[in-house]
T-cell receptor
Framework: GALVYQYPRRTICKSGTSMRMECQAVGFQATSVAWYRQSPQKTFELIALSTVNSAIKYEQNFTQEKFPISHPNLSFSSMTVLNAYLEDRGLYLC???????????FGKGTRLTVV | GEQVEQRPPHLSVREGDSAVITCTYTDPNSYYFFWYKQEPGASLQLLMKVFSSTEINEGQGFTVLLNKKDKRLSLNLTAAHPGDSAAYFCAVSAAGYQNFYFGKGTSLTVIP
């Protein structure tokens, strides 16, 4: 079956430092990978959508300078939170799809705590 | 872009009662509609994916209604039990899954 793994599941970083998280697709080709953030008591905000061989599209309020994303192949994507501060804490979710109108598969998320 | 409004933000019902959560969306090109359940500390669990061509969809203990004319999607838990206590999110996507837009969520509490 199709699965998405996210690493790490939980992480703590000091304010002002950076933290990298990974998303691994197993059993299907992740043509498109979307990264979301769920801040405490809030819904999931789309950060950016990455499609292999296309430019990464960032949503308003999110920038490549703050959340650089790599999507080098059809099974892997990573995102870094640069200079993390309190407002960056939350659950970061990646959702991957083949992009051919099939289901989007979500990982279990990386929970980021900033201290 | 798409805007998804979800109501109510909090809902408390007694065991055995029904619980209804509603989402409205703005983009007429929306094609896929989703309901997710999120238990405390966990990620998203897909409850149902609805295509734009189907108006009534029945799952295990719940029904999803889609009214494309009113751009309204609802989740109806027919006889809620304590295990249904969780956050529920609707999500809407255009064809090709180019973007997923989530509602703000509903925190459901089922009282035994």
């Amino acid at each position: 079956g199709a699965l998405v793994y996210q690493y790490p599941r939980r992480t703590i970083c000091k304010s002002g430092t950076s933290m990298r998280m990974e998303c691994q697709a197993v059993g299907f080709q992740a043509t498109s990978v979307a990264w979301y953030r769920q801040s405490p008591q809030k819904t999931f905000e789309l950060i950016a959508l990455s499609t292999v061989n296309s430019a990464i599209k960032y949503e308003q309020n999110f920038t490549q300078e703050k959340f650089p994303i790599s999507h080098p192949n059809l099974s892997f994507s990573s995102m870094t939170v640069l200079n993390a501060y309190l407002e960056d804490r939350g659950l970061y979710l990646c959702g991957a799809t083949t992009g051919r109108d099939t289901e989007v598969f979500f990982g279990k998320g990386t929970r980021l705590t900033v201290v | 872009g798409e805007q998804v409004e979800q109501r109510p933000p909090h809902l408390s019902v007694r065991e055995g009662d029904s619980a209804v959560i509603t989402c409205t969306y703005t983009d007429p090109n929306s094609y896929y509609f989703f309901w997710y359940k999120q238990e405390p500390g966990a990620s998203l669990q897909l409850l149902m994916k609805v295509f734009s061509s189907t108006e009534i969809n029945e799952g295990q203990g719940f029904t999803v209604l889609l009214n494309k004319k009113d751009k309204r999607l609802s989740l109806n838990l027919t006889a809620a039990h304590p295990g249904d206590s969780a956050a529920y999110f609707c999500a809407v996507s255009a064809a090709g899954y180019q973007n997923f837009y989530f509602g703000k969520g509903t925190s459901l509490t089922v009282i035994p």
